[in-house]
């Protein structure tokens, strides 16, 4: 009788440390940092790591997509490298800002395009497929630069990574818009249910009528498109285009993603976590900085909390 009254209970507690963990672990870093460095909780510094964290989140968002339909995505950083040339180059025309924002967009959702067709229809590993558009893209990029940075300072283009928006910087708005788009997808319309079900069953989605491939497509071009969006802002903010950057951002998003709770077994995740884990990220870069720790161990701590994910993803799954 004992044990049957145990069971809810633990089933309560996984359910909440599922739910809210990675809130929780957030909160203990910022808790942690506010006592080590009286520069961590002050507003320029919080803003600081919302416009940083932009970045990756919006990344983050098309790799969320991906991770539950139980696929990968490692091309998104050369695709933001890509993107943001592809746009700077497009735009040395006068009057030429939109005519670069859009061609870097499209390329980049189109090479995700590529990177789906192969994986739905090709039945290609996703892990070979992208690691190959990783090369490509990065490849692409360094030919068409000759391997050397494009400056644009004087462009209306900057607005996207410099300008605020009252007291708002807007790459946090970009972010913002692309987050709130994507949860509204996958919680209140057929594509998200069709995304879960493609991720927690192949075959009985496919059995159930829903066209796998073409959702595993479409997952991956919009992974292209929102690392197309995190090269434009990128580049905007820096005023520069550089053929070399965007190097780890995969993964940094693939961190944010299983920090956030999304099962890289597929079927599980939400954009909201995903936001959360973005944010872990981003404020132990941030507490690093701080606190004059090395970039050698930064990367240490990071492969470190991204295993920690995982092991507590497969414990709540037993």
Not at 70 to 82: E, K, M, R, T
Request: net charge positive.
């Amino acid at each position: 009788m004992e044990l049957v009254e145990k069971k809810p209970v633990l089933a309560l507690r996984k359910a909440f440390w599922k739910n809210y963990g990675s809130l929780f672990g957030l909160v203990g870093i910022c808790l942690i940092l506010t006592l080590l460095s009286d520069r961590f909780m002050t507003v320029p510094n919080l803003v600081n790591i919302a416009r940083q964290v932009s970045i990756n989140a919006i990344i983050a968002v098309g790799m969320t997509l991906v991770i539950i339909t139980g696929g990968i995505d490692l091309s998104v950083g050369s695709l933001v490298a890509l993107s943001g040339c592809v746009a700077i180059m497009a735009m040395e025309l006068p009057g030429a800002d939109f005519t670069g924002i859009v061609l870097g967009l499209a390329v980049a959702a189109g090479a995700g395009l590529f990177s789906g067709v192969l994986v739905a229809y090709g039945m290609i590993p996703p892990f070979i497929t992208t690691l190959a558009m990783l090369t490509i893209a990065r490849g692409t990029a360094l030919v068409i630069t000759a391997g050397q940075p494009l400056v644009r300072f004087d462009s209306p283009y900057r607005v996207l990574g410099e300008s605020n928006l009252g007291p708002v910087p807007v790459p946090i708005l970009i972010m913002g818009m692309v987050l709130l788009l994507a949860h509204f997808i996958l919680k209140h319309t057929p594509l998200g249910s069709c995304i879960y079900a493609t991720g927690g069953n192949e075959e009985a989605a496919r059995l159930s009528g829903i066209r796998v491939s073409r959702i595993k497509t479409l997952v991956y071009a919009l992974s292209g498109f929102c690392a197309g969006i995190s090269g434009l802002v990128l580049a905007a903010r820096l005023g520069s285009a550089q053929p070399n950057t965007g190097t780890g951002f995969e993964l940094d998003a693939i961190a944010a993603v299983v920090l956030g709770g999304t099962s890289l077994m597929g079927g599980r995740g939400s954009i909201g976590g995903t936001l959360i884990g973005a944010l872990i990220i981003g404020v132990l870069n941030n507490g690093f900085n701080l606190l004059n720790v090395s970039p050698y161990y930064q990367l240490i701590a990071k492969g470190s909390v991204i295993i920690l994910a995982v092991l507590l993803d497969q414990f709540l799954r037993r």
